[in-house]
């Protein structure tokens, strides 16, 4: 639904209420995209708007597109429990790292507030996930996530990174196939023009 | 003097655990120790068709738990070796028909009694592979050279240390030396690298197996096979002799000789 940007919110919001009684059953559980972007909104208008078609009209609003970003407004559980597990707000700044002293073997998961440190190996099925960095005293080879909440500056440090997935907050990386050679010392990946590489030191 | 509890699990069913059961519990039978083997593989019994004592069964593990018979009834006695006993598995019952606390019991007496009990863990990691761990000092972890085996394996490690289990071994089996020197298989040095617990041994694939687990007779009693020479070596091994590794596998024509001597 695109409403008239000339139009002021109230008439839109009038024309609404009287389609939505007049014709209750073509709407209810109707999929519905509200694009709102042509037209500057206030919260409390989308959220009384998001409210007539929710509640009232019984239509399952899939997305509104804003020209802001108040996307929050929306309750999207399908969506939600697809996502990688995700602090919703940014945790009062913790120093202290988690320190795991033992190798992550298969099936283990590891969430740490702040940066992660493994004295071990991560092991392909385990998963390492880290609001900071994430620093591998061993082979990485399962997943890890360092930068959970968004924080594209977080690195991952690891002896040998083979991993089956990294994730440095929202960007993704499989590795290539192939062999690659073994590092010398030590390796890092950072993200770097929204790509993920890793560096061989 | 209590003897020792060993129980033989993988995650991933169809890699031999069965198998090795057998056959280290004959090898260690062989060695005059008194053995017994459970089956806690419930509603899905094996290890009396690879010993070959299928008929012979009239009361199981679940009857012995239940208290409908007196351990020593439940208990057969292998055809050849008169130190070496079977407490089978219940065919028409379920996993939950025993709990880890009885298990336990069970093992404990039975290691008042006897050198070793040797447990055959079902695949999967719920409720029958608690009960089969359950009564475990040691844990024998077979795994074959395959990706997903491998997975499961480095699974049930991490479920054994988290149950303060620290006493693990590892068995590679079904290991093709062709195809690792192809580069077509990983090698035992990749998957030693990747679980890091101490390698008991490695069986090499052999159409023997098949032919020996499908008569009846564990390997072991054949002389000359490839696969039954390891199994014995990793008995001797579990058995706390001191018997290197021979990683290569190779049998060199002085080997043979030996051996043809020997024997």
Redesign the interface.
């Known amino acids: 639904m695109v409403p008239d940007p000339a139009a002021s919110f109230d008439a839109v919001f009038a024309y609404l209420e009287q389609r939505l009684s007049e014709s209750r059953d073509f709407f209810q559980h109707a999929e519905m995209t509200l694009d709102l972007r042509g037209k500057p909104v206030r919260t409390d208008e989308l959220s009384k708007l998001h409210r007539l078609l929710v509640t009232k009209g019984r239509v399952r609003l899939v997305e509104v597109k804003l020209e802001e970003d108040l996307n929050l407004l929306l309750d999207r559980p399908t969506d939600r429990r697809t996502l990688p597990p995700r602090i919703e707000t940014p945790p009062v700044p913790d120093d202290l790292a988690l320190v795991i002293r ?2 992550c ?4 998961r590891v969430v740490s507030q702040s940066d992660c440190v493994i004295l071990g ?1 991560v ?3 385990a998963e390492v996930i880290a609001v900071g960095d994430i620093i591998v005293f061993g082979n990485l ?1 399962g997943v890890a996530h360092a930068g959970a909440t968004g924080d594209r500056s977080a690195r991952i440090w690891a002896l040998s990174i083979e991993p089956s997935q990294i994730r440095i907050a929202d960007i993704v990386a499989v590795p290539p196939r192939g062999n690659k050679p073994t590092p010398r010392r030590f390796e890092i990946a950072e993200v770097q023009d929204n790509l993920i590489e890793v560096i061989t030191l | 003097m209590a003897g020792k509890t060993i129980v033989v699990t993988s995650g991933k069913g169809g890699v031999g655990k069965t198998t090795t059961v057998a056959n280290i519990g004959t090898v260690l039978a062989k060695k005059k120790y008194s053995v017994v083997m459970i089956d806690a593989d419930i509603g899905l019994r094996n290890l009396d068709v690879i010993m070959g004592i299928e008929n012979r069964i009239v009361y199981n593990l679940v009857d012995i738990i239940e208290g409908k018979c007196r351990k020593q009834q439940a208990m057969i006695r292998d055809r050849k070796l008169h130190n070496l006993f079977i407490i089978p598995a219940a065919q028409t019952r379920e996993k939950t028909a025993v709990n880890p606390d009885q298990m336990k019991k069970l093992c404990t007496e039975l290691a008042e009694e006897f050198d070793y009990v040797l447990i055959d863990c079902p695949a999967g990691i719920e409720q029958g592979f608690r009960n089969a761990v359950a009564g475990a000092q040691t844990a024998i972890v077979v795994t074959t050279p395959e ?1 997903a085996a491998i ?2 394996a ?2 049930v ?3 054994l ?1 988290a149950d303060l289990l620290k006493d693990i071994y590892l068995i590679i089996n079904r290991l093709n030396h062709r195809m690792v020197k192809k580069g077509d298989m990983m090698s035992t040095e990749d998957i030693i690298s ?1 679980l ?1 617990v101490p390698l008991l041994g490695v069986i090499p694939e052999s159409e023997e197996v098949v032919i020996s687990t499908n008569r009846g007779t564990p390997l072991v009693h054949n002389r000359g096979s490839k696969a039954g020479m390891a199994f014995q070596q990793i008995g001797a091994r579990l058995n706390g002799e001191d018997i290197p590794l021979n990683l290569e596998q190779k049998i060199t024509l002085m080997d043979r000789v030996k051996r043809f001597v020997w024997s």
């Open positions: 033992n190798t073997r298969s099936g283990t190996d092991n392909p099925g080879r | 990706v997975r499961d480095d699974r490690i991490g479920l240390e990747l890091a």
